[in-house]
């Protein structure tokens, strides 16, 4: 009798086969990828040979280096010995070269180069593609469409709105004196930015300081700087798909649809305020509109309208960029004024001789209050609110000093290690405000709070605004001090964090009309 074709045998041997073909693709495939890599790196390697670094791991890159958050105190360390720029291999083949030399920077910020694409893509979930992830001539469409929105005029009628959210977070302090312990900072003077902005550029009506849907959207916004960081960073979850499946990756996309849903509330809201009968009209007859009024009535130069996507992107953009960037940069100057009392005090009466008990506070307040400008210039040097902004070469470069970078390459421009690097800053860990003295000279590309060139922050004079005001507010308020116990450690992320926060302890000065009357 002959054996059947379909018996048990020859199937087994047929997927064995199968599984021995398998296993041969896969092998082959994973040897192809292994000689990418190598080829990759050596090109890297080649590429970066003029710029030499500490050593590092053919796999694990410079990771043991960077263990324990403590990237911004390796990174003061490699400045000292590497004064214009570091590669920093994140893994065997990533790398990034640091740059923290004002020419250096003057270069990269003069041309082109679109953001790189790693880490900017890990944002896109959270932003989309609005001014701060674009390229190209839509980012310049955009850029365009959105610059009225800083107009002079509009930034003057800011002032009192700004005044009138810090007012809000100051009471709050007040009554949180009595339980006579060190107020943990950040957090309020997030909510605080956040009701500034709303106000401002969204045109919200009221306080949200006091809404636990706002400190929700805080929340989810510190966790999505976190959780961006991290992936960058790790070798194993670059991919989107399995990223998705892992805990990191859930617990983004939870975060996103929090931060999505304060969006598109606001959104919404302002829709239909401008259904509402005359009010349309009555927005189309202002000489300036507010952002969130330009993106809605919008148009392209091919006469499209703003796309909802593209719409809720620059909304997204602004609502993170607008209040947390501003958030950490009020922080870290009263954490900086609160450890240098005679500066603090020098403020003081200079905003005092100004604004007497603050009751008002104008635009025209702000260009003459030169010493405490300097101060708040200072901490920004000290604790610039973005660490570093990335590149990808568009195409070769070649420094002053006549090292160069083949098309393709990543650079960091480490705003953090340029403003601590001492051959740019003499003595860069002293709190010294006559830095920034009127008529002091100093390299053009060695101050970059705000980054520089044409892609610098567009809403710069809108922050450098607030600053002024909450930091005035604030000083004829309270003296501040700082907390012994819990020194803040300066955290790399998005935006400059403090990994154990920003603990002062407050003491209410009294109100010197209140003195006078007394008299």
């Known amino acids: 009798m002959s054996v059947s074709v379909l018996s048990p045998s020859r199937l087994l041997g047929g997927v064995s086969g199968i599984l021995q073909v398998a296993s041969l693709l896969i092998l082959l495939l994973l040897l192809i990828k292994a000689a990418q890599l190598y080829l990759h790196r050596q ?35 490699w400045v000292e010995t590497f004064p ?12 990034r070269v640091l740059l923290h030399d004002p020419d250096y920077m003057k270069v990269i910020l003069g041309r082109s180069d679109p953001k790189s694409q790693d880490p900017y893509r890990f944002l896109a979930p959270w932003i989309g593609y609005g001014l701060l992830l674009l390229n190209g001539q839509t980012w310049f469409q ?7 929105a800083f107009h002079y005029d509009i930034l003057k009628a800011y002032v009192g709105l700004m005044a009138d959210s810090v007012r809000v977070m100051l009471d709050k302090w007040e009554k949180l004196l009595g339980q006579d312990s060190p107020l943990e900072v950040f957090q309020h003077v997030s909510l605080m930015t956040l009701d500034t902005i709303m106000k401002c550029a969204f045109s919200h009506q009221g306080s949200i300081q006091v809404d636990r849907n706002s400190q929700s959207y805080i929340q989810a916004i510190n966790d999505l700087n976190n959780l961006t960081f991290s992936r960058a960073r790790n070798a194993f979850h670059q991919n989107d798909t399995i990223y998705s499946l892992i805990s990191p990756g859930r617990w983004t996309h939870r975060a996103c649809q929090l931060a999505h849903q304060h969006t598109d509330q606001v959104i919404q809201l302002r829709k239909a305020q401008l259904q509402k009968e005359g009010e349309l009209e009555k927005v189309k007859r202002k000489k300036h509109l507010d952002f969130l009024d330009i993106l809605l009535l919008a148009k392209m130069e091919n006469g499209s309208i703003l796309s909802d996507k593209d719409l809720r992107a620059e909304v997204d953009t602004f609502m993170f960029e607008g209040h947390d960037t501003t958030a950490s940069g009020i922080s870290w100057i009263l954490y900086a004024l609160a450890t240098h009392p005679k500066h603090q005090e020098r403020c003081r009466e200079e905003i005092r ?43 070769p470069v070649t420094f002053p000093d006549g090292r160069s970078l083949p098309k393709g390459i990543m650079v960091m421009l480490s705003i953090y290690g340029l403003h601590h690097n001492p051959k740019v800053w003499p003595n860069p ?12 000279a100093r390299h053009s590309h060695a101050f970059l709070p705000f980054s520089g060139g044409s892609r610098n922050c567009i809403r710069k004079q809108f922050a450098m605004n607030e600053l002024k ?3 005035a ?15 803040p450690i300066p955290l790399a992320r998005l935006v400059l964090k403090s990994k154990n926060g920003i603990h002062l302890r407050l003491r209410r000065l009294p109100n010197p009309c209140e003195d006078k009357d007394q008299l």
């Open 473 to 487: 507010l604030t000083l004829l308020r309270f003296e501040l001090l700082p907390d012994p116990t819990r020194t």
């Open 43 to 77: 090109w890297l390697l080649k590429a970066l040979q003029q710029f030499p670094c500490p050593p590092s791991h053919w796999l694990f890159g410079h990771k043991q280096e960077f263990q324990q958050d403590q990237e911004l105190q390796r990174i003061r360390k």
């Open 142 to 148: 955009h850029r365009r469409m959105l610059t009225p």
């Open 353 to 395: 001789g100004l604004l007497g008990d603050g009751a008002s506070i104008t635009w025209n307040h702000l260009d003459q209050m030169p010493y405490t400008t300097m101060c708040i210039k200072e901490a920004l040097r000290l604790y610039p609110p973005v660490p570093g902004i990335g590149r990808e070469l568009s195409t």
């Open 429 to 440: 860990e002293v709190f010294d405000p006559s830095r920034f003295a009127p008529g002091s």
């Open 84 to 95: 214009s720029a570091c590669p920093l291999w994140l893994w065997g083949g990533k790398v």
């Open 469 to 471: 005001v909450a930091t």
